[in-house]
């Protein structure tokens, strides 16, 4: 995937970027011995030269019951099989009976988000600001939180970012064109509320209101509250939750997270283990609109109280667990159980 412009990486993200591209490495390496084809996309099935097929489909929101439907289908069309490797969390109950595909969820290459000590910088200084909310790429929600951030007085109270981002494919514009763009053609001038903010806020974008330093992690230890603003936060009622190194690398830092993800996020990733602040379960169950204003509120109001010796124990737990996933998938005989499906098909 490409952007319309250049992205600024944070330091974690280029750490998680190896650990991804180790793992892609090791599945395309299994693909090799059996001998069988190696995609990056379901939908690339039609040209795989072998009947039998393994994808790769990591930290992106896998396709719905209905697309796997289609891709099953497919397969029986062409007499192909395909094992799917996710690390997303699925509901394995939906996805088993598929006659031509077997999906093989693996929530531990999470792990790759895993932060030593060396890369979280000071754990002790209480937070200067209230919060911090960091938005790169760019679409018409994320543009709603900046308007509603700078609706509520709250804009100057945090780290906050705008930088309008995008990939190539959503939009060849940059800056300010796809700042309109977006206003313009995504529903936002329906509201005077929101065409009050684009009126105030046209002028300022791109926007940062803290220096660059390619380390987000200061800014995020330096914040009571982080406001998390999933990939696929709007994307509900879903059988799969994929989750980025958005959330896991606040879970790992002495903050109060506010998650904004797909609905029932915060109980998917309490079972696996992952502590999280306690008034996500608010809003955990209502749609993205009702979760989104339940955040803002949070944030106005400012009401949770901040424990430093509760939030840096959640981190320490988050931390621990996310190094065990990642010393397992490390492990030779992590994907043993996949290699051996494919050897007996």
């Not at 797909?262 to 309490?270: D, G, I, N, T, V």
Request: include cysteine; aromatic fraction near 12%; glycine fraction near 2%.
């Amino acid at each position: 995937m490409t952007t319309n412009q250049l992205e600024v990486n944070s330091l974690d993200q280029v750490y998680n970027q190896r650990n991804e591209r180790e793992i892609y490495l090791r599945l395309k390496q299994i693909s090799q011995e059996l001998l069988v084809s190696f995609i990056n996309y379901p939908k690339d099935i039609v040209r795989s030269k072998s009947d039998r097929v393994l994808c790769s489909y990591l930290f992106d929101l896998m396709p719905s019951i209905d697309q796997w439907n289609e891709f099953d289908n497919i397969c029986q069309r062409l007499g192909k099989k395909i094992w799917f490797v996710t690390e997303n969390i699925v509901d394995i109950e939906l996805h088993k009976n598929f006659k031509n595909i077997s999906i093989h969820s693996y929530p531990e290459i999470l792990g790759i988000t895993y932060l030593d000590s060396c890369h979280l910088g000071s754990e002790n200084k209480l937070p200067s600001r209230l919060y911090n909310c960091f938005m790169q790429r760019c679409d018409s929600v994320r543009q709603s939180w900046f308007y509603f951030l700078w609706l509520e007085g709250l804009l100057d109270k945090g780290y906050v970012s705008y930088l309008l981002k995008q990939l190539k494919d959503y939009s060849e514009l940059v800056n300010i064109d796809l700042f309109d763009f977006i206003h313009l053609n995504k529903g936002l001038d329906q509201l005077e509320k929101f065409q009050e903010a684009y009126r105030a806020l046209r002028s300022r974008v791109p926007y940062r209101n803290f220096e660059e330093n390619f380390d987000l992690i200061t800014y995020i230890n330096d914040s009571k509250y982080s406001v998390i603003l999933e990939t696929y936060a709007v994307d509900d009622d879903r059988y799969q939750w994929c989750f980025t190194e958005k959330v896991l690398r606040s879970l790992q830092s002495n903050t109060i997270n506010l998650i904004f993800a797909q609905k029932h996020s915060a109980k998917c990733l309490e079972n696996l283990g992952l502590k999280i602040d306690p008034i996500n379960q608010q809003w955990d169950g209502d749609d993205w609109v009702i979760r989104q204003r339940k955040i803002l509120e949070t944030l106005k109001t400012d009401r949770v109280q901040f424990d430093a010796k509760s939030q840096k124990d959640r981190c320490d737990h988050n931390r621990s667990l996310l190094q065990s996933w990642k010393t397992k998938y490390q492990r030779s005989d992590f994907f043993d159980s996949l290699i051996k499906e494919i050897e007996s098909s």
